[in-house]
């Protein structure tokens, strides 16, 4: 009887230990990885966060926005981001895509009424609108166009401003990233770092 509470005791306590122990591991690794975050990379260990001119939080250059008003009319002096099918529209807490398949009628026609739109308001073909001004990523957050999305929308964005076309043209080339390790996916925009710049512009 004795022997068989020793056991336990022992049992116990050796568990105690290893529970204790890896507690301990645990707790030092994260306290690691959260130093080693801060130190080495602040910016991306806290939400790539941005900042307007007077030091306030305006967004994450993770994650995208919607440049419209309150009726959900492009703002003339944005670029305009892609749809997005997150909440009410880029709500990280509604991350998502619509789960439509492209034989789906009602994305079908919500794709062209948007192409027709976007072709309308940028003073171009239907045939020149890119794909990713007429459907949502993946995400529901992309804060990414591409190149080509981009390139139509420089005029109007010009114009509203009171810019030149090449003020408005290099402020897009210096917020497009290339390829990842110069092979990897496509270029992309990103459409709310380019409207911060142009805000801090004019």
């Not at 301990?24 to 080495?40: D, F, N, R, S």
Request: contains cysteine; glycine residues 10%; aromatic residues 6%.
């Amino acid at each position: 009887m004795k022997n068989a509470l020793a056991l336990r005791m022992r049992t116990c306590w050796a568990g105690f230990k290893a529970v204790v122990v890896f507690t301990a591991i645990a707790i030092a690794y994260t306290l690691l990885m959260v130093g080693i975050g801060q130190l080495g990379f602040p910016s991306q260990a806290n939400g790539s966060m941005l900042t307007n001119g007077e030091g306030e939080v305006v967004g994450s250059s993770l994650i995208g926005q919607s440049f419209t008003d309150a009726n959900g009319r492009a703002l003339p002096q944005y670029f305009q981001s892609r749809p997005s099918a997150a909440g009410d529209g880029y709500d990280a807490s509604a991350s998502g895509a619509t789960n439509k398949g492209h034989q789906d009628e009602e994305l079908i026609s919500s794709v062209e009424e948007r192409r027709a739109a976007i072709a309308e308001r940028e003073g171009v073909d239907v045939d020149d609108v890119p794909a990713d001004a007429v459907t949502a990523s993946a995400s529901g957050l992309d804060p990414h166009i591409s190149p080509e999305y981009a390139a139509i929308q420089v005029e109007r964005v010009a114009e509203a401003r009171g810019l030149s076309v090449d003020q408005v043209e290099e402020l897009v080339r210096l917020n497009t990233t290339g390829r990842g390790l110069g092979f990897i996916g496509e270029p992309v925009v990103n459409v709310v770092t380019l409207n911060l710049a142009l805000d801090e512009l004019a």
